[in-house]
């Protein structure tokens, strides 16, 4: 599983992007798509994406693992 964090920080960003025009490479927040891209690429169960300020995004995280983790022990319970 890839969990992107801190997605409330992509608004943070386009407002201080606005200001100077200029970041270093390690401040850009990646995009939703480059995330799964990602994802693919590692081969991970699934991307998601979470804030502190969305505790709905935190608990979707937590059911994915649980969800992945129960599906793991019944495939191997068999």
């Known amino acids: 599983l890839l969990v992107g964090t801190n997605t409330e920080k992509r608004l943070d960003f386009e407002k201080e992007k606005r200001k100077d025009g200029k970041k270093s ?17 590692i081969k991970a169960i699934k991307y998601l994406e979470c804030s502190h300020l969305d505790l709905n995004s935190i608990e979707r995280v937590f059911d994915c693992i649980y969800e ?3 599906n793991k022990y019944i495939k191997n319970k068999k």
């Open 25 to 41: 490479i390690h401040d850009y927040p990646i995009s939703t798509e480059d995330g799964i891209q990602f994802a693919k690429e």
């Open 68 to 70: 992945w983790g129960y």
